[in-house]
């Protein structure tokens, strides 16, 4: 394992075991190394191809196209270099830490830094899948890995895009990789298993096929892997797709709304993005969001100037997801759910959104004079209200 891979951990669990002083230390240590491997394996590229004028701009490298389209097709081999897959890795790991450092503006800062750095490193390693099929299964999981790698790093750049209100430096037009393996293949606890179960196994299909599939008329849903890589891009979606999105959700066997279930709790936590973009086609308060721009207490001014909204059937749509989004913690407890591992902080991120329509919704159906009496659906979602509240 990569030295800024093993650092980053570190600093992470520091984070995580209440030691945040030091796993602050071991951020910028993890951070400084990994760049400096980005630099060292720079430096060999330009030594291998050095620059010797303008003309070269418009010529190739001797053989370098050649053998970077022969590396993608060749077969796999022994010698295929993961090290800058574990660096890629390290960078998520502290951008991820760095994202959520609190108080700490500075760190926050680090984590838009890196997410450019991540980004370059991410196309540099290639966003295309290989014709070939790894033959092992060491070699195998490598490849998987730096699949999800990838998909994971484009869904984090997403949840900054909600977060920090900035746009993605991957678009989903970029992605031409596979969706992840099932479960039950990638847990496979020797080459002789992994073997038997990936012979009978179809190949995942590809992340732009299932996307597609989204805003297509067909009765045909998305495989159960697509859950956790589909989510960030539906934001800006039709209702349709979300709904189809939603039908294969229900149908992925290992999907259920308890954050504790044996499968894991990703498919659990794609929904925060599902009752999210619901929301996002109703209103949109990501404008107000950037961390750079305003303190807290400007944060609430400018949420509290934005116009009200009118009442309508997106109003209450949006009221309705942000009350099956809230409902968990309420009926959990705060304070179960603020320590439970598996609940994931997307649900945190967008319970920003949820709580700000909820308000909108109620201030709507609660005035002094209505344009015109209550629909049976606004008294169905003020019914869930009091049921959870009281």
């Given amino acids: 394992m990569a030295p800024e891979l093993i650092m980053a951990i570190a600093a992470v669990g520091s984070q995580y075991c209440l030691e945040q002083h030091q796993g602050l230390k071991l951020f910028h240590v993890a951070r400084a190394i990994a760049l400096e491997q980005v630099r060292a394996r720079d430096s060999v590229k330009e030594h291998r191809y050095p620059f010797q004028g303008p003309a070269d701009c418009f010529s190739t490298p001797p053989n370098s196209a050649t053998e970077y389209a022969s590396g993608m097709h060749q077969s796999w081999s022994s010698s295929w270099d993961y090290a800058p897959v574990e660096t890629i890795q390290a960078l998520f790991f502290l951008m991820a830490m760095a994202t959520w450092g609190g ?139 979300l709904k189809k999105w939603q039908n294969g959700w229900e149908l992925n066997s290992e999907s259920s709304l308890n954050p504790l279930n044996k499968h894991g709790p990703i498919a659990f936590n794609s929904t925060a993005l599902f009752h999210l973009a619901y929301i996002r086609l109703a209103v949109d308060i990501s404008s107000a ?53 598996s609940w994931s902080v997307m649900h945190a991120v967008c319970s920003l959104d949820y709580a700000y329509i909820l308000n909108q919704f109620l201030q709507a159906v609660t005035a002094p004079s209505l344009d015109h009496p209550l629909e049976g659906e606004e008294q169905d979602v003020l019914a869930v209200i009091k049921r959870n509240t009281t």
């Fill in 103 to 241: 108080e700490n503006r500075s760190l926050v800062r680090h984590a838009i830094a890196i997410q450019s750095v991540l980004a370059m490193l991410v196309r540099r390693d290639g966003l295309c899948e290989s014709i070939s099929t790894p033959p092992t299964w060491e070699e195998w999981a490598r490849a998987e890995s730096s699949r999800r790698t990838k998909l994971i790093s484009f869904s984090f750049f997403n949840l900054h895009s909600i977060v920090l209100n900035l746009p993605s430096p991957l678009m989903i037009s970029d992605l031409k990789l596979r969706l992840p393996c099932s479960e039950l293949e990638w847990k496979a606890s020797s080459s002789e298993a992994w073997q038997a179960i990936n012979h009978r196994s179809e190949q995942p299909p590809l992340f732009q096929d299932c996307f597609v599939l989204l805003f297509k008329d067909s009765d045909i849903t998305p495989p159960e892997s697509a859950d956790m890589e589909l989510a960030p891009g539906l934001s800006s979606s039709l209702r349709r797709a």
């Fill in 289 to 341: 969001r950037s961390p750079f721009e305003h303190d807290q207490i400007q944060f609430a001014m400018d949420l509290n100037s934005q116009p009200n909204l009118r009442r309508g059937s997106m109003l209450t749509l949006g009221a309705r997801h942000a009350i099956a989004a809230l409902c968990p913690p309420v009926q959990m407890g705060v304070h179960f759910v603020g320590r439970a591992p």
